[in-house]
């Protein structure tokens, strides 16, 4: 029993190391008392918080993630699906399979934020809703023309797709709600679900923002960068970024029909890009057989490594999944370094081209959209083992989704708080101090007036009108007119220099007092 206990305490003092912010400050050399109470004061709050942060990943976050671990010599990007397949349970098996529809493809796929649901779409009009807990097909339609994206709205009830001429809005039951004319012919979606903004690029490079709740159209700009089928949005602040033909990536938002950040990638065109959950890294593949990874707080590339990727995309552990032809690669950084290695591999049967590769949240599964169809494996170490029944319950009842929905819509987010860094919503912007210019750049600045006003050239007038004397008059005024600014300036300055100078014997003594000053003889 006392051995148990402490290796629960050892347990313990390791999870509180893993929240404690660094070494404790040394307050014993500080002399002044106040500085050094309240230093004692923070350094035991956040004791306090680091002990509290521990318990809750104790008794609260119960599940943990766990990962491939190899034996000796092997490597876990030799591990195939087959031998995975052998070793799990049941309920974990059904998540690998192959749905096969050759003449439907290819295929593109979409999860909820919970990962209870998937809708794929067929390029040749076929869409499908699927339970991914019981895998049973809720609702299929055809609508009988070409599909080129599909997208989730703020729940399972409603989602968009991007069909031949106008993106449409459908409801679980594939009742057309919507038919957005506004948009055009759009070749991808994208939702920002805490602001409830529909975004989409069409093939003529415009980007629309669409606000569900009003219908209101929020933005409509031209990119001019040319016709481009990468989107993604940032997870973190709602930015759009496209990636262009150019090795450009543009980043947007609804209120600004100029990007705010606009950055060369590669030097051939950008195949596709991913944003990490936490919004710092992105990943970006180009035409020249390269995948970089970027970090957005510098703008600078952390690494860049061999390969070229049609799709990309993170899990919510950080796991990047890229695919291309019929291969699928998945790298993983487990020191926490931003140094990505080869995690997992996967070989599709010969002939798929893999289109659409997507985790699904808090499932150790990815979801690949391809030719012939849609396919499911497993990705040991890729979901949230612990969800948040207010972010996402993946086992929400219809009372628990109604009650979610009514307060997502009134802590909607207005596009305006759409910005880079969106900490900087709700602070007060620091007043900034004007440098006083010395004397030597005031004399400089009236000289360069003088200098302008002498160089004047004046129009020809009529006879009597063009003396000499009387240009020479009128220079005469321009210049001083130019110099005049420059003058009142210095006599303030030196009217506030003489003020200070200047100290009145009556205004330093009290009021009592004034009277027995001694006056001075006229």
């Known amino acids: 029993m006392g051995a148990k206990k402490e290796n629960n305490g050892d347990e313990m003092d390791e999870k509180v190391k893993k929240y404690l912010r660094g070494e404790a400050a040394n307050l014993e050399g500080l002399k002044d008392k106040k500085l050094k109470g309240q230093l004692a004061v923070r350094e035991d709050l956040y004791g306090k918080s680091a002990k509290t942060a521990a318990k809750i990943e104790k008794w609260l976050l119960p599940s943990e993630g766990g990962y491939l671990e190899a034996e000796g010599i092997e490597k ?14 049941i309920s974990s098996s059904k998540n690998q399979y192959d749905i096969v529809l050759p003449e439907l493809g290819p ?5 909820t934020s919970n990962g209870r649901y998937m809708a794929a779409a067929g390029r040749k009009g076929h869409l499908a809703i699927v339970d991914m807990k019981t895998l049973n097909l809720i609702k299929e339609i055809q609508v009988k023309e070409t599909v080129r994206d599909v997208v989730y709205l703020h729940n399972e009830l409603f989602f968009a797709v991007a069909q031949k001429k106008y993106p449409y809005i459908y409801n679980r039951g594939g009742t057309e709600l919507h038919c957005l004319k506004e948009h055009g012919a759009v070749l991808r979606l994208q939702f920002l679900k805490n602001h409830f903004l529909l975004a989409s690029i069409n093939k003529f490079g415009q980007l629309h923002y669409q606000d569900v709740t009003m219908g209101e159209m929020v933005g409509n700009f031209r990119t001019g960068l040319g016709r481009t089928d990468v989107m993604q949005v940032n997870p973190f602040n709602g930015v759009v970024a496209l990636g262009h033909s150019s090795g450009t990536v543009t980043m947007w938002k609804p209120t600004s ?6 950055m060369l990638c590669h030097p051939g065109p950008v195949s596709s890009l991913a944003f990490h959950p936490n919004g710092h890294l992105m990943a970006t593949s180009g035409k020249e057989n390269k995948i970089k990874i970027w970090d957005l707080r510098k703008f600078e590339v952390i690494q860049t490594m061999p390969g070229h990727a049609k799709t990309l995309n993170f899990s919510q552990k950080g796991l990047l999944a890229a695919g291309t032809g019929s291969f699928i690669k998945i790298l993983a950084d487990f020191s926490g370094s931003q140094n990505y290695n080869s995690y997992m591999t996967h070989s599709m049967a010969k002939g798929y081209q893999v289109g659409k590769v997507l985790f699904r949240p808090y499932e150790d599964v ?7 169809g849609w396919s499911s494996i497993l990705i040991p170490g890729s979901g949230e083992p612990n969800f948040d029944s207010w972010v996402a319950n993946p086992f929400e009842t219809s009372k628990q989704r109604r009650e979610k929905e009514v307060h997502s819509l009134l802590d909607k987010l207005p596009p305006e708080t759409i910005m880079l860094d969106p900490t900087k919503v709700g602070t007060v912007r620091a007043p900034q101090k004007k440098e006083k210019p010395t004397k030597k750049e005031i004399e400089a600045e009236m000289e360069a007036a003088i200098e302008t006003a002498k160089d004047t050239d004046f129009k020809k007038k009529t006879k009597g009108r063009n003396k000499p004397s009387k240009r020479a008059k009128k220079r005469q005024e321009m210049i001083e007119r130019a110099k005049k600014p420059f003058l009142e300036q210095q006599i303030q300055e030196h009217e506030r220099s003489r003020k200070k100078q200047k100290t009145n014997p009556e205004t330093e003594m009290p009021k009592s007092l004034q009277r027995f000053v001694r006056q001075k003889a006229a």
């Open 107 to 111: 295929y593109t796929l979409d999860f």
């Open 76 to 89: 876990t990007w030799r591990i195939k699906q087959e031998s995975i397949a052998r070793e799990i349970d």
């Open 366 to 372: 990815l979801g690949i959209g391809h030719s012939m």
């Open 257 to 262: 029909s100029v990007p705010l950040v606009k």
